[in-house]
Every structure is written in structure tokens, then in C-alpha cells.
């Protein structure tokens, strides 16, 4: 016996996995709870920042919203517009909307919040109150309640004029001398660029074949990602008012301006600056817009990276949030990403949170070294006891073993010793007592196939020896020889059972090809069901083609055997009674009904060579063969007129 096959290696092969096992469960136990740790205190944190942000966006919008449908409902803009004056128009929007952006980066300031409810900026409704847009001498005194701000490049508005077919009415240009081009005054020189704000078109990018008449139907707010300075190296996000302007009487859409201001990135400095140097890793925060990343945190090379994640995510799975893990310059990264704006006719941005998960992967590393350390300990600790248990049990347990295959190969009548009275000695007496048993039910089993079918065996076997007594729709062969009698009055009785187990034996290999079922050998008779007890679902197709062969295989026969034989086949089907009948002593499976009764007398009338069927077998079979109707008549014990088809192919 090879080594591997002992009794000790079996323990040692048995133990080794379960405490591998064990280690390896505890270890990916240990991890998921360590990950999970990890996940919650980023999720938790992406959460306030996400609330944060929500909760500014809700004032801004609640400050600005409400003054911007104010401007937009001024009788002196819409009458310009009507009037297609789109540089008095442009005048009156910027005066107005500069005085608002000044307003609101001073609201910014420390020590000066945005006023609640959406209450106007003072230095606005002043301008307001003059009419338009600053061209009335009233302006020349601004008023001294705020100071007017001069604002930097990256702090500059952005403000446009669009049609209702969504292009731009007014838009800066710049002559080649780097001044500005003599246009209405509707934005400063200096304003931003941005990809979507001004194409070659003139128009609306994100609106496609759409009118904005269609799209618009309230003030919407959007973010659009815009570049500004000499080489358009340097990125921001703006938080973008679009409000339509319609006629007031009939309400008639006659276009919309932009208004859009910068996104402020404090909180996201805040947070890299508070968190990278933590021992979770810094955590760095950017905005997601136009299939690009926006941040001040996070390195331009690996934007580009995140920015692809986020937008295969975004277009593929439509997902507005999610946590995933990614690869970027060979270091595990986590992205949390959640959509600002679902459902909004502009470009959809996202709030993005990226983590590295280098300190992370460098406490698994060392928990896994602990873990694993553990585990090989343990499994020396395994080994020595193994080693120690085995020495007493192997060679008992080898005689066991080697008794198993010998009853594996058939073999029943082998023994192993019993050298003891304890539980090794108690085994091997119930080894015998087993083997014992076995071969008496071999035995059984051989005596059962010999005097049933197969199929009847296996069931009677499977089911503790009975078949109860059940209704089934059962097709009846009864296969008959033809002057039998005659044949064999004068044959010595030993050729006539050599004689009638050859021909017996041809037919039972025939009927069992056919999925039949032997019910019993009477005399010269063969009895065969199809349907009973399991059906085929096309049991009388079956039964023909079985009669069929029967009458091949025996013409066969006669051109070998010494003795020829002809016989006559009758083919029945209907609803019988099948079970095992008989006593308590002695119990035979079998069918009982008017069928079987009428298969028999069919079978007493089939010439030499012929089939003949009830017809209801014919009319289950006759796609697959040939039949003659014969005369009615009328057949003993059977009270009806019968009217029987011979198989004619």
C-alpha cells in the first residue's frame, strides 16, 4: 500500500485542510471586517461631504434663484429682447448680474452669510430700482452699502444670452490686438472659456437636435466645466443658472441668459489638508463634469485615469452613485462618486472622493504574515498529534480498509480480525457482521432479478418489497407459439426447456430494447407490459415496434435453431390495474383489468406471423405503422364486438 493511502496520511490529509481551512476563514474574516472599517469611515465621510455640499448648493440656490426670476421678469429686458435690442439687452444683464456676483463673494467673506429665503443683495435691488442695467445716471452714485469688488480671472461670471433655438445671441470675442471687440458690453474681456459655454456652432452642445424652448421649462441649474488663462491650462467648475425668459401676457418663450459662478473648492483643500497625513491616507476631492475631473487635490495625471472610471461607470451602468475599487499607477484606489444633478438637461457632474489604499494593502500584508504564522504553527501542532494518535490505530484500520475494497470488488466472504474488545475490536465485528449481510442480500438480489424484470426488482428493492396497487394506462403483449403442443408431445422434456428458454431468452433481450417490462412466462407465452410501472409516454408505439422485432428475431432464430417455431402476437392498451398481487408469502407484479383479458384473446387469434391490436393501440401507433382494419367479431369473455387491426408494416 502507497503511503498516501494509509490510514495515518487519510488523518493527516483530513486534518491539514480543516485547520488550513479554519486559517484561511479566519484570515478572509479578519480582512472583510478590516475592509469593512475602512469602507464605512470613507463612506461616512464622502456622506458629510456630499451633506455639506447639498446643504450649500440649498442656499445658494435659495439666495440666487429667486433674484435671477426677477431679472428675467423685467418689463425694459423683455421689451429689448421682443425688439431684438440684444445690446440694450446685454447692458441691463450685466450691470445686474455683476452687482449680484459682487454681492455674493462679498456674502462669502467671513463674518457675512447669504441672506435666508432668497432675500435680494442690496447693492441689486438698487440697480433694479433704476430700471436697466446701469446706463442711467442714477448708477454714477453706486451705493456705499458694499463695496464693489474687483474680481480676478477665476472669480469672473459668466453671462449669456440664448435663443429659443439655443444659440448665442451675445458672446465675447477677441480682435487680434488682444483688445476687445466692439460688441454690447455683456462680458468682461477676461471672462472664462469653456468647452460647452462657447463652440464653432454657436450653440448649446449638450442640447443635440433639441430646441431649448422644448427643454427649458423652469430655471435650471447645471455644472459645466470651463478653462480660462492665456493657455487655457487652468480648470474650474461653474454652478450654472439657466432661466428662460418668456412674454408675460401670453407667456411665449423668447429665450434664456446664463449666469454661472465658481464652485468654491475650500472644503475640498480642508479635507486633503486634514487627512494626509492620517494613517487611513489623504483623501482627495474633485467634481466630475464632462466625461473630465476638476480638482485641486488631485494630481492632473491621475485625473485623467478617475475621470475614464467615472464616465465608463456613469454611461454603462447608469449608476448616479457609486464605491469601486481601481488600479492607478500600480496602487489600489477607492472611488466614491455621486451624481449632483440626475435628470437635468445639462451635462451630468458628480461629487468625487478618491482614496489610496496604499496603508490599507500594508495592514493586510502584515495581518496576512500574522494570520498565516498562525496558521503554519498550528498545523505542526496537528501534525505531532496526528503522528502520535495514528501509531495505534493504522494497522487495525489498514485490515479495515483492505476488507472495504476486497467487498468494493464483490467479494462478500471476507473477514478481518478482531484483536480487541474496545471501539477498534467493536469495529471490526460489525465489519463482519456487515459483510455477512451484504452477501446474504447479494444473494437475495441475484434470486429476485432471476424471478422478476429488472425494473420490478429495483423498485421492489428501492420501496422496502412492495408496489402498491395503482390505476395506470398499460399496453399488453401477449406473445403466443404456434402448435407448440404438437411440437413437443413427443420431445424428452429437457429439449423442451432448452427449447423454450431459447426462445424466451431472444424475446426478454427483445422486450427489454424496447423499454418493456416481463410480466411472467406462462407455458409457451410471453407476457409483456409498456407502461407499467413507469411509462415512457409512448408505450404503444413501443409495444408495436417490440412485436415487430419479436417476429424478426424469431425467423431469425429458425434459421439456426433445430427447431422452427411461428408465433402469434396480440397487442391491448387501456387502463389496468397494476401491483404486486399474491400473499403474504409470495407476492407477483402484475396487471388485471378488462385490457388484459381482451390482449389475450387477441393474441388467441393471430395466425402464425401476425400482430393484431385493439383499436385503441392503433390509434395511439398509427403515425408509425401500417394496419388493416379486420371484421368486427365477437371474442370470448369479452361482452362488446371487437373491432381488431392487423399490422400489415
Not at 151 to 156: A, E, H, I, K, R
Not at 469 to 492: K, Q, S, Y
Request: include cysteine; glycine fraction near 8%.
Amino acid at each position: 500500500m502507497k503511503w498516501f493511502q494509509s490510514f495515518r496520511a487519510k488523518l493527516i490529509l483530513t486534518v491539514f485542510p480543516v485547520v488550513a481551512g479554519i486559517t484561511i476563514a479566519t484570515l478572509v474574516l479578519a480582512e472583510w471586517k478590516f475592509m469593512e472599517s475602512y469602507r464605512k469611515l470613507f463612506e461616512e465621510q464622502f456622506d458629510s461631504q456630499i451633506s455639506s455640499f447639498s446643504s450649500a448648493k440649498k442656499k445658494r440656490i435659495d439666495s440666487l434663484s429667486d433674484v435671477l426670476d426677477k431679472i428675467a421678469a423685467q418689463p425694459e429686458l423683455l421689451t429689448a429682447i421682443q425688439k431684438k435690442d440684444f445690446a440694450a439687452a446685454g447692458q441691463m444683464l450685466r450691470g445686474q448680474l455683476e452687482a449680484l456676483t459682487n454681492d455674493r463673494l462679498l456674502s462669502d467673506l467671513p463674518g457675512d452669510t447669504l441672506r435666508p429665503g432668497g432675500g435680494m443683495p442690496q447693492r441689486l435691488s438698487q440697480v433694479l430700482a433704476a430700471g436697466h442695467g446701469g446706463s442711467n445716471e442714477k448708477e454714477k452714485d453706486p451705493p456705499k452699502a458694499r463695496p464693489t469688488l474687483r474680481l480676478p480671472l477665476s472669480q469672473m461670471p459668466y453671462i449669456a444670452l440664448i435663443d429659443p433655438e439655443g444659440s448665442f445671441l451675445l458672446s465675447p470675442k477677441k480682435n487680434p490686438s488682444g483688445g476687445r471687440e466692439n460688441l454690447p458690453p455683456m462680458l468682461p474681456k477676461e471672462s472664462p472659456n469653456s468647452a460647452e459655454f462657447r463652440r464653432k456652432s454657436g450653440k448649446l452642445q449638450w442640447l443635440g437636435e433639441r430646441k431649448l424652448a422644448d427643454v427649458l421649462k423652469a430655471q435650471e441649474v447645471g455644472y459645466l466645466r470651463v478653462e480660462f488663462g492665456e493657455d487655457g491650462r487652468n480648470e474650474q467648475v461653474r454652478e450654472v443658472y439657466i432661466t428662460p425668459l418668456r412674454e408675460p401676457k401670453t407667456g411665449k418663450f423668447l429665450g434664456a441668459f446664463l449666469f454661472g459662478l465658481p464652485l468654491q473648492v475650500l472644503a475640498e483643500k480642508v479635507l486633503y489638508e486634514q487627512t494626509k497625513h492620517s494613517e487611513l491616507g489623504k483623501i482627495m476631492s474633485g467634481i466630475w463634469v464632462e466625461d473630465a475631473l476638476v480638482s485641486t487635490t488631485i494630481p492632473k495625471e491621475e485625473r485623467e485615469l478617475v475621470a475614464e472610471h467615472i464616465a465608463d461607470s456613469i454611461h454603462h451602468t447608469h449608476r448616479t452613485q457609486r464605491g469601486m475599487t481601481v488600479w492607478i499607477h500600480g496602487e489600489r484606489h477607492q472611488i466614491y462618486y455621486r451624481v449632483l444633478n440626475p435628470g437635468s438637461p445639462f451635462p451630468l457632474a458628480a461629487q468625487v472622493n478618491l482614496y489610496p489604499l496604499a496603508a490599507m494593502d500594508k495592514e493586510l500584508a502584515e495581518l496576512r504574515w500574522d494570520v498565516g504564522g498562525l496558521g503554519v504553527v498550528s498545523l505542526l501542532i496537528a501534525l505531532v498529534a496526528v503522528l502520535y494518535i495514528s501509531r495505534g490505530l493504522s494497522g487495525p484500520i489498514r485490515e479495515i480498509v483492505s476488507g472495504t475494497h476486497q467487498i468494493e470488488q464483490g467479494n462478500y466472504d471476507v473477514r478481518v480480525p478482531v484483536r480487541s474488545k474496545n471501539e477498534l475490536g467493536k469495529l471490526a465485528a460489525s465489519f463482519n457482521e456487515m459483510a455477512a449481510g451484504l452477501a446474504l442480500q447479494e444473494k437475495y438480489r441475484s434470486v429476485l432479478n432471476a424471478v422478476a424484470d429488472r425494473s420490478v426488482a429495483e423498485q421492489l428493492i428501492t420501496q422496502s418489497g412492495t408496489l402498491g396497487g395503482e390505476l395506470r394506462h398499460v399496453t399488453m403483449l401477449f406473445c403466443d407459439i404456434r402448435g407448440f403442443t404438437a411440437l413437443t408431445e413427443n420431445m424428452p422434456p429437457a429439449d423442451v426447456i432448452d427449447l423454450l428458454n431459447e426462445h424466451m431468452t431472444a424475446l426478454t433481450d427483445v422486450a427489454y430494447q424496447h423499454g418493456g417490462i416481463v410480466d411472467k412466462f406462462v407455458g409457451d407465452l410471453i407476457m409483456v407490459l409498456f407502461g407499467a410501472p413507469q411509462s415512457t409516454g409512448e408505450d404503444a408505439v413501443r409495444a408495436v415496434q417490440c412485436a415487430l422485432s419479436m417476429l424478426a428475431v424469431r425467423k431469425k432464430l429458425n434459421g439456426v435453431s433445430k427447431h422452427s417455431l411461428e408465433v402469434g402476437i396480440g397487442l391491448a392498451t387501456g387502463p389496468v390495474v397494476a401491483g404486486c398481487m399474491g400473499s403474504d408469502q409470495r407476492l407477483s407484479y402484475t396487471v388485471l383489468g378488462h385490457r388484459v383479458n381482451l390482449a389475450s384473446r387477441l393474441c388467441s387469434i393471430a395466425q402464425a406471423g401476425e400482430i393484431i391490436m385493439d383499436d385503441e393501440t392503433y390509434a395511439d401507433a398509427k403515425g408509425f405503422i401500417q394496419a388493416e382494419p379486420m371484421p368486427a367479431m365477437q371474442l370470448k369473455g369479452i361482452s362488446e364486438a371487437v373491432h381488431p387491426w392487423r399490422v400489415v408494416g
